[in-house]
Protein backbone atom coordinates (compact mmCIF):
# COMPACT_ATOMS: atom_id res chain seq x y z
CA UNK A 1 0.00 0.00 0.00
CA UNK A 2 1.56 3.14 -0.90
CA UNK A 3 2.41 5.91 1.45
CA UNK A 4 -0.16 8.61 -0.01
CA UNK A 5 -3.01 6.02 0.14
CA UNK A 6 -2.00 5.71 4.15
CA UNK A 7 -1.77 8.71 5.29
CA UNK A 8 -5.65 9.51 3.19
CA UNK A 9 -7.12 6.71 5.04
CA UNK A 10 -5.33 7.91 8.69
CA UNK A 11 -6.74 11.58 7.81
CA UNK A 12 -10.34 9.92 7.03
CA UNK A 13 -9.95 8.08 10.27
CA UNK A 14 -9.05 11.30 11.79
CA UNK A 15 -11.66 13.40 10.95
CA UNK A 16 -14.21 10.51 11.52
CA UNK A 17 -13.13 11.30 15.64
CA UNK A 18 -13.75 14.95 15.85
CA UNK A 19 -16.25 15.94 17.56
CA UNK A 20 -19.12 17.75 16.11
CA UNK A 21 -19.59 21.38 15.97
CA UNK A 22 -22.14 21.23 19.39
CA UNK A 23 -19.60 19.06 21.16
CA UNK A 24 -16.42 21.73 19.48
CA UNK A 25 -18.56 24.43 21.07
CA UNK A 26 -18.82 23.01 24.67
CA UNK A 27 -15.37 21.81 24.74
CA UNK A 28 -14.62 25.34 24.12
CA UNK A 29 -16.27 27.39 26.60
CA UNK A 30 -14.95 24.31 29.09
CA UNK A 31 -11.49 25.47 28.33
CA UNK A 32 -12.10 29.14 28.54
CA UNK A 33 -13.34 28.24 31.90
CA UNK A 34 -10.15 26.61 32.99
CA UNK A 35 -8.34 28.07 31.79
CA UNK A 36 -9.45 31.57 33.13
CA UNK A 37 -9.94 29.56 36.76
CA UNK A 38 -6.21 28.19 36.54
CA UNK A 39 -4.47 31.74 35.05
CA UNK A 40 -4.30 33.43 38.59
CA UNK A 41 -2.68 31.13 41.02
CA UNK A 42 -0.39 30.04 37.63
CA UNK A 43 0.85 33.71 37.26
CA UNK A 44 1.45 33.75 40.93
CA UNK A 45 4.13 31.32 41.15
CA UNK A 46 5.63 31.97 37.81
CA UNK A 47 7.34 34.38 37.27
CA UNK A 48 7.34 36.42 33.62
CA UNK A 49 10.65 36.75 31.37
CA UNK A 50 10.37 40.64 31.86
CA UNK A 51 9.82 40.00 35.75
CA UNK A 52 7.30 39.60 38.23
CA UNK A 53 3.69 39.99 37.46
CA UNK A 54 2.32 43.52 38.48
CA UNK A 55 -0.04 43.31 40.92
CA UNK A 56 -2.49 45.30 39.22
CA UNK A 57 -2.71 42.67 36.60
CA UNK A 58 -3.06 40.08 39.34
CA UNK A 59 -6.07 42.05 40.62
CA UNK A 60 -7.28 42.24 37.08
CA UNK A 61 -7.37 38.55 36.50
CA UNK A 62 -8.95 37.79 39.71
CA UNK A 63 -12.00 39.88 38.86
CA UNK A 64 -12.57 37.94 35.29
CA UNK A 65 -12.40 35.26 36.80
CA UNK A 66 -15.02 35.90 39.00
CA UNK A 67 -17.37 38.19 36.63
CA UNK A 68 -16.72 34.91 34.58
CA UNK A 69 -17.92 32.18 37.38
CA UNK A 70 -21.22 34.57 38.00
CA UNK A 71 -21.82 34.05 34.58
CA UNK A 72 -21.64 30.71 34.27
CA UNK A 73 -24.07 29.87 37.07
CA UNK A 74 -26.45 32.63 35.36
CA UNK A 75 -26.36 31.31 31.93
CA UNK A 76 -27.51 27.87 33.31
CA UNK A 77 -31.26 29.64 34.08
CA UNK A 78 -33.34 31.14 31.80
CA UNK A 79 -33.46 34.44 33.63
CA UNK A 80 -31.90 37.90 32.12
CA UNK A 81 -29.28 40.18 33.88
CA UNK A 82 -27.39 42.74 33.61
CA UNK A 83 -23.68 42.59 33.37
CA UNK A 84 -22.22 46.60 34.39
CA UNK A 85 -18.73 46.35 33.51
CA UNK A 86 -17.26 49.87 35.22
CA UNK A 87 -13.42 48.70 33.79
CA UNK A 88 -15.13 48.94 29.91
CA UNK A 89 -17.60 51.51 31.00
CA UNK A 90 -20.75 49.84 29.23
CA UNK A 91 -23.76 48.13 30.80
CA UNK A 92 -24.66 44.78 28.92
CA UNK A 93 -28.07 42.97 29.45
CA UNK A 94 -27.51 39.87 28.84
CA UNK A 95 -29.85 36.05 28.59
CA UNK A 96 -28.04 32.91 29.20
CA UNK A 97 -24.55 34.49 28.34
CA UNK A 98 -25.79 36.06 25.29
CA UNK A 99 -25.53 40.01 24.86
CA UNK A 100 -28.92 41.13 24.41
CA UNK A 101 -28.25 44.97 24.21
CA UNK A 102 -25.43 46.97 25.53
CA UNK A 103 -24.91 50.71 25.84
CA UNK A 104 -22.05 52.63 27.19
CA UNK A 105 -21.65 54.43 30.66
CA UNK A 106 -20.52 57.97 30.35
CA UNK A 107 -19.69 58.43 34.12
CA UNK A 108 -19.56 56.73 37.30
CA UNK A 109 -18.70 56.90 41.11
CA UNK A 110 -18.66 54.67 43.65
CA UNK A 111 -18.95 55.32 47.41
CA UNK A 112 -19.70 54.16 50.78
CA UNK A 113 -18.55 51.04 52.31
CA UNK A 114 -18.63 47.74 51.41
CA UNK A 115 -17.94 45.43 48.10
CA UNK A 116 -19.12 44.89 44.96
CA UNK A 117 -17.48 41.22 44.52
CA UNK A 118 -20.99 39.42 44.93
CA UNK A 119 -24.33 38.88 43.04
CA UNK A 120 -26.87 41.64 43.52
CA UNK A 121 -30.51 40.87 43.03
CA UNK A 122 -33.13 44.38 42.16
CA UNK A 123 -35.74 44.41 44.93
CA UNK A 124 -37.70 46.45 42.92
CA UNK A 125 -38.25 48.00 39.39
CA UNK A 126 -38.66 51.86 39.48
CA UNK A 127 -42.30 53.67 39.30
CA UNK A 128 -43.46 54.61 36.22
CA UNK A 129 -45.42 57.58 35.30
CA UNK A 130 -48.43 55.60 33.36
CA UNK A 131 -50.17 57.53 30.36
CA UNK A 132 -53.61 58.46 31.16
CA UNK A 133 -56.53 56.40 29.49
CA UNK A 134 -59.04 57.93 26.85
CA UNK A 135 -62.37 58.09 27.88
CA UNK A 136 -63.63 54.52 26.71
CA UNK A 137 -60.42 53.08 26.58
CA UNK A 138 -59.35 51.19 30.17
CA UNK A 139 -56.82 49.12 27.95
CA UNK A 140 -54.65 52.05 27.61
CA UNK A 141 -53.88 52.25 31.11
CA UNK A 142 -52.07 48.83 30.81
CA UNK A 143 -49.88 50.14 27.83
CA UNK A 144 -46.24 51.19 28.92
CA UNK A 145 -43.71 52.40 26.36
CA UNK A 146 -40.44 53.13 26.52
CA UNK A 147 -40.51 56.70 26.46
CA UNK A 148 -43.08 56.30 29.81
CA UNK A 149 -39.92 54.93 31.46
CA UNK A 150 -37.97 57.44 33.74
CA UNK A 151 -34.45 58.84 32.80
CA UNK A 152 -33.75 59.62 36.68
CA UNK A 153 -34.52 56.97 39.62
CA UNK A 154 -33.10 55.37 42.10
CA UNK A 155 -32.65 51.42 42.48
CA UNK A 156 -32.49 49.61 45.96
CA UNK A 157 -30.64 45.95 46.05
CA UNK A 158 -29.83 43.14 48.01
CA UNK A 159 -27.46 42.57 49.38
CA UNK A 160 -26.97 46.24 50.19
CA UNK A 161 -26.36 48.31 47.23
CA UNK A 162 -28.01 51.81 46.27
CA UNK A 163 -27.75 52.38 42.17
CA UNK A 164 -28.31 56.52 41.57
CA UNK A 165 -29.19 56.91 37.57
CA UNK A 166 -29.33 59.95 35.94
CA UNK A 167 -28.77 61.76 32.87
CA UNK A 168 -25.47 64.39 32.33
CA UNK A 169 -26.35 68.11 33.45
CA UNK A 170 -25.90 69.06 30.12
CA UNK A 171 -28.51 66.88 28.93
CA UNK A 172 -31.19 67.24 31.58
CA UNK A 173 -30.13 69.46 33.92
CA UNK A 174 -33.00 69.40 36.11
CA UNK A 175 -33.01 65.44 36.87
CA UNK A 176 -29.23 65.71 37.19
CA UNK A 177 -29.85 68.04 40.35
CA UNK A 178 -32.83 66.03 41.12
CA UNK A 179 -30.61 62.73 40.99
CA UNK A 180 -27.45 64.43 43.30
CA UNK A 181 -30.15 65.68 45.85
CA UNK A 182 -31.26 61.76 45.95
CA UNK A 183 -27.74 60.79 46.67
CA UNK A 184 -27.43 63.51 49.26
CA UNK A 185 -30.24 62.57 51.13
CA UNK A 186 -29.18 58.91 51.52
CA UNK A 187 -26.00 59.46 52.02
CA UNK A 188 -27.06 61.75 55.07
CA UNK A 189 -29.53 59.49 55.84
CA UNK A 190 -27.47 56.42 56.24
CA UNK A 191 -25.03 58.79 58.30
CA UNK A 192 -27.86 59.80 60.77
CA UNK A 193 -28.92 55.79 61.55
CA UNK A 194 -25.35 54.78 61.83
CA UNK A 195 -24.97 57.81 64.67
CA UNK A 196 -28.22 57.15 66.43
CA UNK A 197 -28.46 52.68 65.59
CA UNK A 198 -24.80 51.92 65.79
CA UNK A 199 -25.28 48.25 65.59
CA UNK A 200 -27.64 48.56 62.26
CA UNK A 201 -26.38 47.14 59.24
CA UNK A 202 -24.43 48.97 57.04
CA UNK A 203 -26.37 50.63 54.03
CA UNK A 204 -23.80 48.85 51.77
CA UNK A 205 -22.09 51.21 48.85
CA UNK A 206 -23.51 53.50 46.26
CA UNK A 207 -22.50 53.85 42.51
CA UNK A 208 -23.62 56.47 40.31
CA UNK A 209 -24.60 56.35 36.58
CA UNK A 210 -24.66 58.86 34.38
CA UNK A 211 -26.30 57.48 31.43
CA UNK A 212 -27.88 58.89 27.86
CA UNK A 213 -31.57 59.86 28.36
CA UNK A 214 -32.55 56.84 26.56
CA UNK A 215 -30.14 54.37 27.90
CA UNK A 216 -31.46 55.32 31.53
CA UNK A 217 -35.11 54.39 30.09
CA UNK A 218 -33.93 51.28 28.22
CA UNK A 219 -32.02 50.16 31.85
CA UNK A 220 -35.74 50.74 33.45
CA UNK A 221 -37.83 49.19 30.83
CA UNK A 222 -35.62 46.15 31.52
CA UNK A 223 -35.09 45.73 34.92
CA UNK A 224 -37.55 42.98 36.76
CA UNK A 225 -38.23 42.61 40.77
CA UNK A 226 -35.71 39.91 41.57
CA UNK A 227 -33.51 40.53 38.29
CA UNK A 228 -29.54 39.00 38.74
CA UNK A 229 -26.67 42.11 38.71
CA UNK A 230 -23.23 41.58 38.19
CA UNK A 231 -20.73 44.39 38.62
CA UNK A 232 -17.26 44.26 37.17
CA UNK A 233 -15.07 46.74 39.46
CA UNK A 234 -12.57 49.03 37.52
CA UNK A 235 -9.08 48.15 38.91
CA UNK A 236 -6.46 50.98 38.60
CA UNK A 237 -3.45 51.17 35.66
Not at 2 to 12: K, Y
Not at 22 to 35: E, H, K, M, N, T
Not at 208 to 225: D, F, I, K, P
Request: aromatic share 8%; glycine share 6%.
Amino acid sequence: MGSGRITALLQRRTLRSLPTSPDLGRIFRLACWVALSLSTPALAVEPSSHGSVKGNDLDALREANRVLEEEIKLASRPRVYWLLDLSEGVIAIKGRGVELHRFPILAWHMAGGGSVAELFRLRAHPSVARPKATSGDEASQELIELQDMPAEYELVFDPPLTLFVAPPAHERPWLWARSRLREWFARFASWGRSVLVPSQKAAGPRLRLTLSREAAQSLAWSGTEGMPVVIKSAVPP
